[in-house]
Protein backbone atom coordinates (compact mmCIF):
# COMPACT_ATOMS: atom_id res chain seq x y z
CA UNK A 1 0.00 0.00 0.00
CA UNK A 2 1.34 3.37 -0.97
CA UNK A 3 0.50 6.32 0.99
CA UNK A 4 -3.38 5.93 1.62
CA UNK A 5 -5.25 5.72 4.66
CA UNK A 6 -8.61 3.36 4.58
CA UNK A 7 -10.18 5.28 7.12
CA UNK A 8 -9.77 8.58 5.12
CA UNK A 9 -11.22 6.95 1.95
CA UNK A 10 -14.18 5.32 3.99
CA UNK A 11 -15.53 8.64 5.80
CA UNK A 12 -14.83 10.26 2.30
CA UNK A 13 -17.07 7.81 0.34
CA UNK A 14 -19.53 7.48 3.01
CA UNK A 15 -19.91 11.30 3.48
CA UNK A 16 -20.65 11.39 0.02
CA UNK A 17 -23.15 8.62 -0.07
CA UNK A 18 -25.28 10.10 2.98
CA UNK A 19 -25.68 13.25 0.89
CA UNK A 20 -27.17 11.67 -1.68
CA UNK A 21 -29.10 9.19 0.16
CA UNK A 22 -30.45 12.52 2.16
CA UNK A 23 -31.01 14.42 -1.32
CA UNK A 24 -33.25 10.86 -2.13
CA UNK A 25 -35.30 11.72 0.95
CA UNK A 26 -33.57 8.71 2.89
CA UNK A 27 -32.89 8.86 7.07
CA UNK A 28 -29.29 8.07 7.27
CA UNK A 29 -27.39 7.74 10.53
CA UNK A 30 -23.68 7.66 10.25
CA UNK A 31 -21.65 5.75 13.24
CA UNK A 32 -18.71 8.17 12.67
CA UNK A 33 -18.42 11.58 10.84
CA UNK A 34 -15.63 12.64 11.69
CA UNK A 35 -11.63 10.85 11.71
CA UNK A 36 -12.66 9.95 15.38
CA UNK A 37 -13.78 6.12 16.73
CA UNK A 38 -16.97 5.35 19.23
CA UNK A 39 -14.80 4.33 21.71
CA UNK A 40 -11.37 6.24 23.11
CA UNK A 41 -11.34 4.51 26.62
CA UNK A 42 -10.27 1.15 26.50
CA UNK A 43 -6.31 0.36 27.14
CA UNK A 44 -5.67 -1.32 23.75
CA UNK A 45 -6.36 -1.59 20.21
CA UNK A 46 -7.87 -4.77 20.35
CA UNK A 47 -10.33 -3.98 23.12
CA UNK A 48 -10.80 -0.23 21.40
CA UNK A 49 -11.97 -1.67 17.98
CA UNK A 50 -14.26 -4.31 20.03
CA UNK A 51 -15.95 -1.32 21.90
CA UNK A 52 -16.11 0.34 18.77
CA UNK A 53 -17.86 -2.33 17.22
CA UNK A 54 -20.12 -2.59 20.08
CA UNK A 55 -21.16 0.49 20.02
CA UNK A 56 -22.13 0.61 16.64
CA UNK A 57 -24.46 -2.42 16.31
CA UNK A 58 -26.01 -0.46 19.49
CA UNK A 59 -26.92 2.65 17.47
CA UNK A 60 -27.90 0.43 14.82
CA UNK A 61 -30.25 -1.40 17.17
CA UNK A 62 -30.90 2.20 18.44
CA UNK A 63 -32.30 3.98 15.73
CA UNK A 64 -34.70 1.39 14.34
CA UNK A 65 -32.11 1.43 10.92
CA UNK A 66 -33.73 -0.70 8.18
CA UNK A 67 -30.28 -1.68 6.87
CA UNK A 68 -26.62 -1.58 7.88
CA UNK A 69 -24.27 -0.81 5.44
CA UNK A 70 -20.63 -0.65 6.18
CA UNK A 71 -17.60 1.19 3.57
CA UNK A 72 -14.31 -0.70 3.71
CA UNK A 73 -10.86 -1.22 1.16
CA UNK A 74 -9.82 -4.87 0.52
CA UNK A 75 -6.20 -5.99 1.23
CA UNK A 76 -4.37 -8.93 -0.14
CA UNK A 77 -1.11 -9.94 -0.19
CA UNK A 78 -1.57 -10.51 -3.65
CA UNK A 79 -1.03 -7.08 -5.82
CA UNK A 80 -3.04 -8.22 -8.44
CA UNK A 81 -6.37 -8.81 -6.51
CA UNK A 82 -9.09 -6.20 -7.69
CA UNK A 83 -12.28 -5.32 -7.91
CA UNK A 84 -15.26 -4.09 -5.27
CA UNK A 85 -16.90 -7.02 -3.54
CA UNK A 86 -19.75 -6.97 -1.28
CA UNK A 87 -20.24 -9.33 1.89
CA UNK A 88 -23.33 -10.22 4.14
CA UNK A 89 -24.88 -11.69 6.80
CA UNK A 90 -26.56 -14.94 5.38
CA UNK A 91 -28.63 -15.64 8.94
CA UNK A 92 -30.12 -12.31 8.20
CA UNK A 93 -32.93 -12.15 5.70
CA UNK A 94 -32.75 -9.57 3.39
CA UNK A 95 -28.83 -9.66 3.42
CA UNK A 96 -28.22 -11.53 0.45
CA UNK A 97 -30.76 -9.47 -1.74
CA UNK A 98 -29.47 -6.35 -0.82
CA UNK A 99 -25.92 -7.34 -1.17
CA UNK A 100 -26.43 -8.67 -4.77
CA UNK A 101 -28.39 -5.05 -5.47
CA UNK A 102 -25.47 -3.27 -4.53
CA UNK A 103 -23.02 -5.57 -6.18
CA UNK A 104 -24.71 -5.98 -9.53
CA UNK A 105 -24.95 -1.30 -9.25
CA UNK A 106 -21.01 -1.64 -8.72
CA UNK A 107 -20.43 -3.97 -11.80
CA UNK A 108 -22.54 -1.89 -13.80
CA UNK A 109 -21.10 1.64 -12.63
CA UNK A 110 -17.74 1.12 -12.24
CA UNK A 111 -16.86 -1.95 -15.03
CA UNK A 112 -14.04 -2.70 -13.14
CA UNK A 113 -15.31 -5.56 -11.43
CA UNK A 114 -16.41 -9.21 -11.84
CA UNK A 115 -17.33 -10.20 -8.34
CA UNK A 116 -20.02 -11.78 -6.67
CA UNK A 117 -21.54 -11.47 -3.23
CA UNK A 118 -20.03 -13.00 0.00
CA UNK A 119 -21.24 -14.65 2.86
CA UNK A 120 -19.16 -13.14 5.82
CA UNK A 121 -19.76 -15.34 9.06
CA UNK A 122 -16.29 -14.67 11.06
CA UNK A 123 -16.28 -10.30 11.66
CA UNK A 124 -18.44 -9.63 14.77
CA UNK A 125 -21.01 -6.68 12.66
CA UNK A 126 -22.17 -9.22 10.47
CA UNK A 127 -22.21 -12.23 13.55
CA UNK A 128 -24.12 -10.07 15.41
CA UNK A 129 -26.61 -8.66 12.68
CA UNK A 130 -30.25 -8.73 12.89
CA UNK A 131 -31.10 -6.51 10.23
CA UNK A 132 -29.91 -7.23 6.67
CA UNK A 133 -26.02 -6.03 6.91
CA UNK A 134 -23.87 -5.97 4.26
CA UNK A 135 -19.80 -4.63 3.93
CA UNK A 136 -18.68 -3.12 1.09
CA UNK A 137 -15.31 -3.85 -0.10
CA UNK A 138 -14.80 -0.78 -2.08
CA UNK A 139 -11.43 -2.41 -3.86
CA UNK A 140 -8.33 -3.49 -3.00
CA UNK A 141 -5.55 -1.29 -1.57
CA UNK A 142 -2.99 -3.51 -2.27
CA UNK A 143 -3.34 -2.63 -5.67
CA UNK A 144 -1.55 0.43 -6.83
CA UNK A 145 -4.06 1.10 -10.00
CA UNK A 146 -7.19 0.55 -7.23
CA UNK A 147 -5.34 2.47 -4.64
CA UNK A 148 -5.04 5.82 -7.28
CA UNK A 149 -8.35 5.20 -8.11
CA UNK A 150 -10.09 4.93 -4.74
CA UNK A 151 -7.88 8.28 -3.85
CA UNK A 152 -9.54 10.41 -6.68
CA UNK A 153 -13.02 12.17 -5.82
CA UNK A 154 -14.53 11.08 -9.00
CA UNK A 155 -13.93 8.03 -8.46
CA UNK A 156 -15.69 8.23 -5.08
CA UNK A 157 -18.58 9.96 -6.51
CA UNK A 158 -18.85 7.14 -8.58
CA UNK A 159 -18.43 4.99 -6.20
CA UNK A 160 -21.20 6.70 -4.49
CA UNK A 161 -23.29 6.91 -7.39
CA UNK A 162 -23.26 3.04 -7.11
CA UNK A 163 -23.90 1.97 -3.48
CA UNK A 164 -26.54 4.74 -3.50
CA UNK A 165 -28.24 3.26 -6.59
CA UNK A 166 -28.09 -0.38 -5.33
CA UNK A 167 -29.96 0.86 -1.96
CA UNK A 168 -32.63 2.69 -3.73
CA UNK A 169 -32.91 -0.87 -6.21
CA UNK A 170 -33.15 -3.02 -3.29
CA UNK A 171 -35.40 -0.66 -0.97
CA UNK A 172 -37.85 -0.59 -4.01
CA UNK A 173 -38.06 -4.11 -4.30
CA UNK A 174 -38.39 -4.79 -0.90
CA UNK A 175 -41.45 -2.70 -0.92
CA UNK A 176 -39.58 -0.17 2.05
Known sequence: MGGSYEKDINLQVAIKLRSLLAQGGASVIMTREQDNSLCEDKETLRERKREDLTRRL???????????????????????????QVFYAPQVEGSLALAQSLQNS???????????????????????????????????????????????????????????????????????
Open 58 to 84: ALVEETGASIYITLHCNSFPKSNSSGA
Open 106 to 176: LRETLGNTRRTPKEDVTSMIMKQAVIPTVNVEMGFLSNAREEELLQRPDYQDKLAWAIYSGIVYHMAGSGS
